[in-house]
């Protein structure tokens, strides 16, 4: 009995898969999506080479922590993990076409997140502590854009680029941070994702998720704080959830 649920699970996982590469398949046909019908609203935002825009996001911001060889020689700190942190985007899109696939973009954001390292002790003399790293970004993304054909109003895309984003709310440099494990606030990432646009008469609808990793350490190294000096480097990372709206 348990052997003939699975096979239908698995047939019908299978199903949706198929299903999924088949929409896909068509969609991204350029053949396919010449022929069809219905896409009226496209045929008036393709004549544009430029066109701007908003964009609203929500993102996950975590750090991704390395131990240093102090870790293991350590008797207070057990454990080093990181903790996902909420957060919100808004910025503005500008898109210029570079032929009838590819796009170029810029998206200046003010991005707002949360990322934090828990630290577990091993005595009760010495709690359990957690960095909070609040952070407000002023971002300059590029991003290549590849798009596929459109059908019905509606086409699939992806997206590759880089990011350069400043913390202004950043206290690595305060007094306070002598006692707190310092964080860059230069943020250099790789980003990638994927979307679709909607094309509306008035207004182009573009719901995306993207994923940006950070190049390089984060981390700036205090020999004299414990909770810097078990760690060797530490990276971040964001998953965000964007709406843009361009026209």
Known sequence: MHSTNSWRMFDLCKFKITLALLIL???????????????YNFLEFNQKPYYFGITLGTNSSSFKPFRSKEFLLSDDIRVVESVKGPGFNLGIVTN?????????????????AERNINYGKS???????????????????????????????????????????????????SKQAETLVKIAP????????????????FFIFSPEF??????????????????????????????????????
């Open 25 to 39: 398949a068509f969609s991204a046909s350029p053949v396919w999506g010449q022929k069809s019908k219905g896409n």
């Open 96 to 112: 210029l076409k570079i032929g009838e696939y590819f796009d170029f973009r810029f998206l200046p954001t003010l991005s707002f």
């Open 123 to 173: 005595s009760r003399q010495y709690p359990n502590s957690q960095r909070t790293v609040e952070s407000v970004f002023v971002e300059m993304p590029f991003q290549m854009r590849y798009k596929s054909a459109p059908y019905r109003d509606k086409r699939l895309f992806v997206i590759a680029g880089v990011k350069y984003g400043f913390d202004v709310a950043s206290d690595s440099r």
């Open 186 to 201: 230069n943020d250099f990432a790789v980003e990638y994702g994927a979307g679709i646009q909607i094309f509306f008469p």
């Open 210 to 247: 993207k994923i940006s990793q950070r190049i390089g350490n984060t981390l700036i190294f205090n020999p004299n704080l414990e909770e810097s000096t078990v760690l060797e480097k530490v990276l971040s990372r964001t998953f965000t959830i964007s709406l843009h709206f361009e026209g």
